[in-house]
């Protein structure tokens, strides 16, 4: 019997390939009856999927408990899903034996080292087929480069007992943790002493803390705090009982209250002035506290008139320190009642003609 030549040529086999990349593969199959595994591959090289046989994935699953997963499944180009996968579906009991001899001398090691630096940790631990963790003692034990700290149950206790005794922040300093590492471990682990400030006696002498007050004039207090393994807080506070230096102002719930009566009475902007807060501060309390009383400061139009006049003959600013009214309102007024000031009128008449004449 004659054999049968080819029913497509080349050229209606890339004809039928371009129409299938427009209407779909497998419309363009059942068109012209092929099937859909190789044609695309020996004309444009997209690789088939890989398809393994029953006997081909035990060969498979074999050689993983033999060499190790992370090589096998490198070499064979599949993911470890599908190996495991696999030995769900095939009952396959077998595991990578442990303590086996090493696969790479130090020479080796060192090689693999040097090209995770170039293409990094993930390429290089796929590429041998090994672990992360095998990636990151190698380069301890090379390089000296230390891998993530960890910690005993014993050795946390041990490290909450110190900062119980120490303080928190030098033992954590110490042991290069973080503060939430260590209030986690105590929390995770039921440890209730606490380090009592007033029994502790002081770390530092008088002299000491002026020689720190000084070195923090001529570096930083970060960098004085970070030497010396104390807080930014407490150094103030040292300096505070030492040197004599003020700290930030606070004030008991009963004299917020006295000063937002005083607000309402006199005013918030001078009120906030003479004790040296913000107006931020004040309404931040005046909300924290439900303090529902504001300053009904009414003007008349006759008052509102002068103000106004005021502000175009001797400028915004100083109308509104001496009425204690914001520009805002100043400009609402004058609008109102159809006068215009001029954005530039922030001094008075005389300052400018002074200015103008000098120069």
């Not at 090493?102 to 590429?127: D, M, T, Y």
């Not at 303090?291 to 009414?298: E, G, I, L, N």
Request: with cysteine.
């Amino acid at each position: 019997m004659p054999k049968r030549g080819p029913r497509f040529t080349q050229e209606e086999k890339l004809a039928i390939l371009k129409e299938g990349e427009k209407n779909g593969v497998k419309a363009v199959c059942a068109k012209y009856g092929v099937n859909d595994q190789t044609w695309r591959y020996k004309a444009h090289g997209i690789r088939p999927r890989k398809h393994f046989s029953s006997k081909n994935k035990l060969k498979i699953l074999e050689e993983g408990a033999r060499n190790g997963i992370y090589r096998t499944c490198a070499a064979n180009q599949i993911s470890r899903p599908t190996y495991y996968n696999w030995r769900h579906k095939f009952g396959f009991t077998k595991l990578p034996r442990r303590g086996r001899p090493g696969r790479f001398n130090e020479e080796e090691k060192s090689a693999i080292l040097r090209e995770g630096e170039k293409i990094g940790v993930k390429a290089v631990c796929a590429k041998y087929g090994i672990g992360d963790q095998s990636y990151r003692r190698w380069r301890y034990k090379i390089k000296g480069i230390e891998p993530k700290k960890r910690f005993s149950i014993e050795k946390k206790r041990e490290i909450l007992e110190k900062g119980f005794q120490n303080g928190i922040e030098r033992v954590c300093a110490a042991y290069r943790i973080h503060s939430t590492t260590y209030y986690g471990w105590k929390r995770k682990l039921g440890f209730t002493k606490s380090p009592s400030p007033q029994r502790r006696p002081s770390r530092f002498t008088k002299e000491q803390v002026l020689v720190m007050a000084r070195e923090a004039e001529k570096t930083s207090t970060k960098a004085v705090c970070e030497k010396y393994g104390l807080s930014p807080s407490y150094y103030r506070t040292l300096r505070y009982q030492v040197a004599g230096v003020r700290l930030k102002k606070s004030f008991s719930p009963e004299e917020k209250l006295r000063i937002l009566e005083e607000g309402y009475q006199n005013g918030i902007l001078r009120t906030c002035n003479a004790h040296g807060i913000t107006m931020t501060s004040y309404y931040h309390w005046k909300s924290k506290f439900k303090f529902d009383k504001s300053p009904q400061r009414a003007f008349s139009q006759e008052e509102r008139l002068h103000i106004v006049n005021e502000t175009i003959r001797d400028g915004v600013i100083k109308a509104s320190d001496r009425h204690h009214v914001s520009e805002g309102t100043i400009r609402r007024w004058a609008k109102t009642l159809g006068l215009e000031i001029p954005r530039h009128t922030r001094y008075s008449i005389q300052e400018e003609r002074a200015s103008s004449e000098s120069g």
